[in-house]
């Protein structure tokens, strides 16, 4: 298919650099990553033209503005790294090219404020957050759940622009359970455990009863939340904690939330996260530059769905979500 638009795709800035996590992979590996990262022209843009990607729509790189504990550099580095994203993709290539705004969540205000700057002064589409933000230390992280987030969450609504859920690893004091398994400690498990909790905390939390026209975006085709939604509601239903919801959760996972293809190119979970969600919910996404461009098109573009399916996928569904 010619047009896709890719919707979780990376770039780091200069001074987000030194933010970037450890990654356990092969030197092979780690070169295309730090290639792509840092580059427009000389890998990005043929890889886009070579597997019929029409846009990226590009976002700061994990973990990025949330990993800094303290609040000023957080500022400070969101606005850095949104303006070179600006020059650096948009102005260039204003065709091929949209942006995600990275927000300092350690100050709910200012990341507002930042947003609203991206979105109405650099034509921003979003924002992302690379998951929770530390805040004071780097053993402290605060999920967006937290009543102090609601006037961040009331400007996206104002703003009516989705908002990117990215994963990022469990804080230092929380990794327990992944001792002795540093496989399991990064995007191949322990990102997925972080984002879905994240996004249940969100749910259960009432934030969509508070603000019922958010638009939230999870990748890797929903982080795993999908197919355990049943028995999350099941247990919800007997457990005696007192939270009042207006409806069941599953309903706000279809009225509130977007699922893309990132890094997860695997058939019967594609089919079952439609199933549950409906064709209009999910996104076609690589996660350039961690993942191969070539693998993910090979996939989607040979994945069984009809070629009316495969179009909103690979582009309508973008162009409506982000106005483009
Ligand atoms: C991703 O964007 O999915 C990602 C990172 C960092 C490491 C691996 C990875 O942001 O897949
Ligand atoms: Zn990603």
């Given at each position: 298919m010619t047009g896709k638009i890719a919707i979780e795709e990376h770039f780091v800035s200069k001074e987000a650099t030194p933010y970037l996590p450890p990654l356990g992979v092969t030197v092979a590996v780690q070169k295309r990553i730090d290639d792509g990262l840092g580059d427009v022209e000389r890998y990005r843009l043929p890889e886009m033209y070579k597997n019929g990607i029409d846009v990226q729509i590009v976002s700061l790189t994990a973990d990025g503005v949330q990993l800094e504990p303290d609040r000023d550099k957080a500022v400070k580095i969101a606005k850095l790294a949104n303006d070179e994203l600006a020059e650096r993709f948009l102005a260039k290539y204003p065709t091929r090219f949209a942006g995600l705004a990275a927000v300092p969540l350690q100050d709910p205000k200012a990341a507002a404020d930042e947003l609203q700057r991206s979105i109405e002064q650099l034509g921003f589409k979003g924002a992302l957050a690379n998951g929770f933000s530390n805040v004071e230390d780097l053993d402290t992280g605060e999920y967006y759940d937290l009543p102090k987030f609601w006037p961040f969450w009331e400007r996206v609504q104002e703003l009516d622009v989705p908002f990117y859920l990215h994963p990022r690893g469990p804080l230092d004091s929380q990794q327990r359970i992944y001792e002795g398994h540093p496989e399991l400690?990064?995007?191949?498990w322990a990102f997925g455990v972080e984002t879905s909790t994240h996004a249940l905390r969100l749910i259960t939390s009432g934030l969509f009863d508070r603000f019922p026209k958010l638009k939230i975006i999870i990748g890797h085709l929903g982080e795993g939340l999908v197919p355990m939604m049943w028995r999350v509601q099941n247990r919800f239903d007997y457990a005696s904690f007192g939270k009042r919801l207006e409806k069941p959760l599953m309903q706000y996972l279809k009225d509130n939330f977007f699922i893309t293809t990132s890094g997860n190119f695997h058939t019967p979970t594609l089919v079952n996260v439609i199933a549950e969600m409906g064709i209009d919910r999910i996104l076609f996404s690589v996660d350039y530059p961690y993942e191969r461009t070539d693998q993910a098109v090979q996939w989607f573009d040979n994945c069984g769905l009809s070629e009316e399916d495969r179009q909103r996928i690979g582009r309508l569904n973008a162009l409506r979500l982000f106005k483009l």
């Open positions: 400690l990064g995007p191949a």
